[in-house]
T-cell receptor, first 111, second 115 residues
Framework: AQTVTQSQPEMSVQEAETVTLSCTYD???????LFWYKQPPSRQMILVIR??????QNATENRFSVNFQKAAKSFSLKISDSQLGDAAMYFC????????FGKGTSLLVTP | GAVVSQHPSWVICKSGTSVKIECRSL??????MFWYRQFPKQSLMLMAT?????????EQGVEKDKFLINHASLTLSTLTVTSAHPEDSSFYIC???????????FGQGTRLTVV
């Protein structure tokens, strides 16, 4: 079974600064996807970024980028130029078949 | 991205009654749909996986007779909470996928309150 661990229950960042959310996972599979989802107070799940395990290049989506270390089974999310609208719960997820989610990190953005 | 519509967004029901939640993929065919449950300030817990035209696969500890899942078409899956009790109160979210490891798209979620 795959497990996803997010060791930071809460994180805080000042507006315009950079923050990194950590995620590690455990799997015996070689072909899989990793995701970061954002869940704002509305509770709608929003895909932030996706990484295919076979790709060595780290995925980037505007201000969001990942540091994917396959051998270390690490998948951290970096948010640059943080904005107030980035405040939310962030879930790391592993996709073998269904999505397995970590426990989440609550991100607070301060002015 | 693709759109998944979940209805209703919230529902209050009396203890002992049944409630049906619908999950529709609006602009793509979803071969697989997933149902999750989320308690306040917690992560999403997978309840069951359904594939169109076949029986749902339930995760360990999820009562299949209480949480009935039907995936009758490639665009619709339903979750029926039967004989609901207050402990069934929770936030239920569906997601739809076009295939294995494909990106999953989420519905808006349903907040169920059983009184």
């Amino acid at each position: 079974a795959q497990t996803v661990t997010q060791s930071q229950p809460e994180m805080s960042v000042q507006e315009a600064e950079t923050v990194t959310l950590s995620c590690t996972y455990d799997t015996s599979e070689s072909d899989y996807y990793l995701f970061w989802y954002k869940q704002p107070p509305s509770r709608q799940m929003i895909l932030v970024i996706r990484q295919e395990a076979y790709k060595q290049q780290n995925a980037t989506e505007n201000r969001f980028s990942v540091n994917f270390q396959k051998a270390a089974k690490s998948f951290s999310l970096k948010i640059s130029d943080s904005q107030l609208g980035d405040a939310a719960m962030y879930f790391c997820a592993f996709s073998g078949y269904a999505l397995n989610f970590g426990k989440g990190t609550s991100l607070l953005v301060t002015p | 991205g693709a759109v998944v519509s979940q209805h209703p967004s919230w529902v209050i029901c009396k203890s002992g009654t049944s409630v049906k939640i619908e999950c529709r993929s609006l602009d793509f065919q979803a071969t697989t749909m997933f149902w999750y449950r989320q308690f306040p300030k917690q992560s999403l817990m997978l309840m069951a996986t359904s594939n169109e035209g076949s029986k749902a696969t339930y995760e360990q500890g999820v009562e299949k007779d209480k949480f009935l899942i039907n995936h009758a078409s490639l665009t619709l899956s339903t979750l029926t909470v039967t004989s609901a009790h207050p402990e069934d109160s929770s936030f239920y979210i569906c997601s739809a996928s076009g295939g294995r490891r494909a990106e999953a798209f989420f519905g808006q979620g349903t907040r169920l309150t059983v009184v």
